[in-house]
């Protein structure tokens, strides 16, 4: 069976909980959340100004919270998977205090606080929940910024402007978890929206929301609940040799680049540069195309593309390992199943399948079977973007 997650409800109130015990009587005034995301098509594309087409998920983190009179902050996290101490305290009134240090799960708060559009903020303490899973590629990292921007919000607004927003919140990342990540994330977290996958066109920053809520239908996330160390090192060796790529073609990003000017451009480039840059390109039109197929309801073509999509992730942007193709050739076993592929950065992590729903029983049994390790099973609906919550 899949497994269930907890309600929003659910989390708010282990998030208050945990408030009431480290902080005493004091209920927190002020309750948000943001979400995790999974992307459907168009992966390491949006560091390459390309197109992306994720949704938000069920799956979020909470943050509830309460501003105090002075300058001090404390956080805990409810989250065990995160590194200890759970708890940090730190004065706002001192400029080292925003550096990046242990624990390393604090240094996406104190990236928020430092690129908040508003400043200063004023002293607080807060308590994250989160039903994300930490580093499964279902972006725990991105909903806790948008989570924590959302939260900052309450305290002192900001403009309002979401696409600042969460490029504040990308901003947190490369310079506080030092991850040189693309926009998709932050912005999907942010602009997701119930029933809808969201296309982003992540050169102009447009977004268009794409009907995603045929009842017929189940996106399952399967997490291989493997994660190989590579991802670290390899994401921006990734980044530089699309970089690479696109000098060497004369474009200021491959998002310029057709398969015509990689071809001819092809004895100047050595073999690795050549394969990731095709890759990206390829994936981009996969996503234009995969987004209309979706407009259609298509989705048997939406669903060879995304096995295109993990092909080239394998074979090409050598993204994946044995584990996610495992998954991915296991779902594709069932009859039912649109279309699985590798999601978020790769070297472990989840994959997101496409099937009909009346087999989700027969593929999760197939899937378990088959494959070598211990899955973990999410059943999810393309949710919305951050928002308040009410307190009772
Ligand atoms: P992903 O975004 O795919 O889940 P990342 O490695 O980018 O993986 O981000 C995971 C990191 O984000 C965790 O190691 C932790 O530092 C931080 N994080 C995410 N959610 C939480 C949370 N609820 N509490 C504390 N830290 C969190
Ligand atoms: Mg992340």
Redesign the pocket.
Known sequence: MASSFPSTSELVADARRLYGQVFGEEAPLTAVCAP?RVNLIGEHTDYNQGLVLPMALPLL?VVVGHETSGQDVTVV???K???EP?RVDFSLASDESLCPGL??????VKGVIQHYRAPPVPGFRAV???S?????????????EVAFYTFLQQLKPDDGDKVSKAIACQQA?HTH?G?P?GIM?QFVSVLGREGHALLIDCRSLEATPIPLADPSLIILITNSNVRHSL?GSEYPMRRRQCEEAACILGKASLRDATMKDLEEARNRLDDITYRRARHVIEEIERTYQGTEALKRGAYKEFGKLMVESHNSLRDLYEVSCSELDELVSAAMDVEGVFGSRMT??GFG?CTVTLMKAHAIDRAILHIKTRYSGTPTFFVTTPSAGARTLSLP
């Open positions: 995790g983190t996290t409810a989250t998977d995160a590194d759970w624990p390393s799960w604090a240094n996406y994250i929940a989160s994300v899973p930490l580093g499964g590629g279902l972006s725990s990292s991105a909903s806790l990342e978890a991850v990540c994330d991802t978020g950065g992590g």
